[in-house]
């Protein structure tokens, strides 16, 4: 269970697992600027009430990069609260998939955030595969999600880009409730 309170680059060689023997977070990022890249994260905890996550990403945790990264057997694979200008790029995130899709967290929740790019991921077997609440100005281009509720689902967030992003398998692929000048294309 890693916290990350400074600024700081991890990058994995050989791609290395961080196991978080399901309790918890796997890593809890608390700072500003921080890169993780090229890790196996799995085994987050499972309890909703307290958003485990793979990685979640506290208030302020501004400009982090996750980018090529397996994320596995997560409850949320990432969890975004209150951060600006994160980019999560080329990860492949499963969820817990022997739980009921009511039971499972989504592979990336983003809240009350702004200016993220998320660029490139794999997400399947979550409840959502990207869910955006209160959250701006953010690009969502070329996801692949699969076996999920939706495949994007977005409350109340507006300035939004969603383009070139593939869904299936999922009971719906885009929800839009309560959003304004978003662009799909």
């Known amino acids: 269970h890693l916290v990350l309170d400074k600024s700081i680059h991890l990058k994995g060689i050989n791609r290395p697992t961080l196991d978080g023997e399901f309790k918890g977070d796997?890593?809890?990022?608390?700072?500003?600027?921080?890169?993780?890249?090229?890790?196996?994260?799995?085994?987050?905890?499972?309890?909703?009430?307290?958003q485990h996550a793979g990685i979640y990403l506290q208030p302020a945790s501004d400009r982090a990069?996750?980018?090529?990264?397996?994320?596995?057997?997560?409850l949320?694979?990432?969890?975004i609260e209150k951060c600006a200008n994160?980019?999560?790029?080329?990860?492949?995130?499963?969820g817990m998939r022997d739980l009921a899709s009511a039971q499972r967290g989504n592979g990336i929740q983003l809240y009350n955030s702004r200016y993220?790019?998320?660029i490139g991921?794999?997400?399947?077997?979550?409840r959502d595969g990207i869910y955006v609440d209160i959250s701006h100005n953010a690009v969502f281009r070329d996801n692949r999600m699969h076996h999920l509720r939706y495949g994007t689902?977005?409350?109340?967030?507006?300035?939004?880009?969603?383009?070139?992003?593939?869904?299936?398998?999922?009971?719906?692929?885009?929800?839009l409730m309560e959003v304004r000048r978003q662009t799909v294309r």
């Open 76 to 79: 949320f694979g990432l969890w």
């Open 121 to 126: 991921n794999h997400i399947s077997f979550a």
């Open 26 to 50: 796997v890593i809890r990022i608390r700072s500003t600027d921080v890169v993780i890249e090229g890790f196996i994260i799995r085994n987050s905890g499972n309890n909703l009430t307290a």
């Open 65 to 74: 990069s996750i980018r090529d990264n397996v994320i596995n057997y997560t």
């Open 86 to 94: 994160v980019q999560v790029m080329n990860n492949n995130i499963t």
């Open 116 to 118: 993220a790019q998320v």
């Open 153 to 175: 689902h977005y409350m109340n967030s507006h300035d939004n880009l969603w383009e070139n992003n593939e869904t299936f398998r999922n009971r719906g692929g885009l929800a």
